[in-house]
């Protein structure tokens, strides 16, 4: 069993990015890793081919992930069939996915943050333009949100092994 998790901003050179970092390292260090199919997708096409923004980047690197093989690619009709949960990172990606989604599917995708109770929003703020700070509050966000979809996804993973 593997689950497909795909994370939706804009121009995925931020925000989906660093969270399939995150939940990359988070999946390897709790054994998991071979359970998840984990990419990212950016609902412009502005930054195709692109690595990640240099600050998320150097913001994931602080704090332990590892960023650098990222190119952003666009997200593609097909995504939302082949990944379990397409996750958006504010609701602008959420109503883009749903838009594009076949009829049969167009509540798979969900809100990242959905998954993180504690949350105060449901939005992971866009950091892109603004200072190291604006990515590092993204980063907290993003790995509350990662943290809880490893919880909820664990015992799944776990007793299909």
Not at 4 to 25: E, H
Request: proline share 5%; glycine share 6%.
């Amino acid at each position: 069993m593997t689950i497909g998790i795909l994370f939706v901003c804009t121009g995925n050179i931020c925000r989906s990015p660093m969270a399939a970092g995150v939940f990359r390292a988070m999946t390897r260090r709790a054994g998991l890793a071979d359970a998840f199919r984990i990419d990212s997708a950016g609902t412009s096409i502005g930054h195709v081919g692109q690595s990640a923004s240099r600050l998320a980047v150097e913001a994931a690197k602080r704090r332990g992930y590892d960023l650098s093989d990222h190119r952003a690619r666009s997200l593609l009709s097909e995504d939302i069939a082949r990944f379990d949960y397409p996750l958006a990172m504010d609701r602008s990606h959420l109503a883009a996915l749903r838009w594009m989604a076949p009829r049969e599917l167009v509540d798979r995708p969900q809100m990242f943050l959905a998954y993180a109770p504690d949350a105060r929003s449901l939005d992971v703020p866009d950091p892109f333009g603004g200072r190291a700070r604006d990515y590092e509050q993204a980063l907290d966000l993003i790995e509350k949100g990662c943290a809880s979809l490893l919880t909820r996804f664990r015992p799944l993973v776990e007793t299909a092994r």
